[in-house]
């Protein structure tokens, strides 16, 4: 597959990585000069200076006969009209990201029908709902779910009072079907077998049935409970897609912003929420707003070392868990590291979505997980799949991976070796990175070069 990528940000860099893995013919093409020289240094693709909005650029570059255009640049008006441009001159696809509500609301308008672009994705929309899933359960790092909801996946730290510390996992008692698809220990991310132990502090990947998933949670020394309070720290654009997330659910939100304009806009347009006109990472202002009773202080301003300070200082206060937007995701480790609970990068869930649309067809989802260490993917099982009806310990399954979950009709089977996978079915597959492409072949889901 053909791909031209305009904008070698921190999203199209992360696009181009991807898509290279996975053999794709990838031109990426950026007016900054730096960037184009990490990407020319860092990876195998073909990068150009240049102006990616520009007709003749399209042309000379051969946008006719590319299959799809991604615009990933900082400015919606360049994405737009890059997208345009190409799909006029001959491009089969094109995606944008397009941050600025005012064009997405613009229900007259037809992204697809109107402009020419077939996918359309909003970073901060796509960051808000994760948050607002966190929000819904907040004992988890990660929570995603699959198979039209039916499946859900938590990340979950291990306390080291958990009933299962220090255990093998085939000592674990069974209170109802789950499976440990993953361990990240530091920096490694582990796929376990019967003989592997958890310790207290391992990030643990479970996946079992939604509906089931709360005994599993106290198994692995977690309690649910209900987010009542949650203070934001920023009247960013996530800001206000999280506020319109949660309306209904019951929570009380406080916003911090020290923008007095931005805080006029966000009391009228979200008469529900409480807004504070302050600095959020003002310790004094945390105080006197007795931030420490929150349950979640999300931050999610546009300055990394603002969410990661003001973070910190709620923690200090007493907040049970803190969630941090970054735009740099190397920063993520380090974060966790000293005491922030949930890292949330909005490249990272651009970049997934983005890849979702590039692989659709046998690809319903998917997730990168563990800041980008492992990738969950949701297939739907071609008809003629040469595997079917074999019982999963004969097959030769890729190594680094994992079956995680089937879903077939109604019915939700978490597998051990004696269980099949049919044509029709939704598969739940937790992979390494590097074992990506092979998964893909696997299934017979390889992407259309």
Excluded at 178 to 192: K, S
Excluded at 389 to 396: D, E, R, S, V
Excluded at 416 to 443: E, K, Q, R
Aim: a negative charge.
């Amino acid at each position: 597959m053909r791909i031209i990528i305009i904008g070698a940000g921190k999203v199209g860099f992360k696009l181009a990585e991807m898509l290279s893995l996975s053999n794709h013919d990838v031109l990426v093409i950026e007016q900054d000069a730096e960037r184009i020289a990490n990407v020319e240094e860092k990876l195998d693709v073909q990068a150009i200076c240049a102006n990616g909005a520009s007709p003749t650029v399209l042309k000379e570059n051969g946008v006719a006969g590319t299959d799809l255009l991604i615009a990933v640049t900082e400015d919606d008006e360049v994405n737009i009209i890059a997208s345009l441009i190409s799909k006029k001159l001959g491009a089969k696809m094109t995606a944008a990201r397009v941050r600025n509500p005012e064009y997405l609301s613009l229900n007259e308008i037809g992204f697809d029908k109107d402009l020419g672009i077939d996918y359309v994705i909003n970073p901060d929309y796509v960051t808000a709902s994760a948050i607002a899933e966190l929000v819904e359960a907040p004992e988890a790092v990660e929570s995603e779910f699959y198979a039209g909801g039916k499946i859900q996946l938590l990340v979950l730290n291990l306390p080291p009072a958990a009933p299962v510390a220090g255990k093998k996992l085939k000592e674990l008692p069974s209170p109802n079907p789950y499976l440990i698809v993953a361990i990240q220990r530091g920096d490694t991310m582990i796929i376990p077998r019967g003989e592997d132990r958890l310790l207290a502090g391992d990030k643990v990947f479970v996946l079992a049935p939604a509906r089931l998933m709360e005994p599993v949670e106290h198994l692995l020394g977690q309690k649910r409970a209900r987010v009542q309070r949650l203070v934001v720290l920023g009247g960013s654009r996530t800001a206000y897609y999280l506020a319109q997330r949660l309306a209904g659910k019951k929570v009380e939100i406080k916003i911090l912003e020290k923008d007095r304009q931005r805080c006029e806009i966000l009391c009228e347009k979200l008469p529900h929420v409480t807004i504070i006109h302050g600095d959020g990472s003002d310790l004094g202002l945390l105080q006197e707003e007795d931030i420490g009773q929150a349950d979640i202080f999300a931050a999610v301003s546009g300055d990394d070392k603002v969410n990661l300070l003001a973070s910190l200082l709620a923690k200090h206060l007493g907040v049970r868990k803190t969630i941090c937007k970054v735009g740099r995701s190397d920063y993520a480790d380090i974060m966790e590291k000293i005491g922030i609970d949930v890292v949330i990068s909005p490249r990272l869930l651009t970049a997934a979505a983005i890849m979702k649309f590039v692989r659709r067809g046998k690809i319903v989802s998917i997730s990168l997980l563990g800041q980008d260490k492992a990738e969950m993917i949701e297939f739907i099982v071609p008809p003629d799949w040469r595997l079917a009806g074999k019982p999963l310990k004969q097959i030769n399954f890729p190594r680094h991976a994992i079956v995680g979950a089937i879903a077939r009709d109604d019915e939700i089977i978490i597998p051990g070796g004696g269980d099949c996978i049919m044509p029709g079915d939704h598969v739940i597959v937790f992979t390494l990175p590097g074992s990506v492409a092979t998964v893909h072949n696997f299934f017979g889901a390889t992407e259309k070069r």
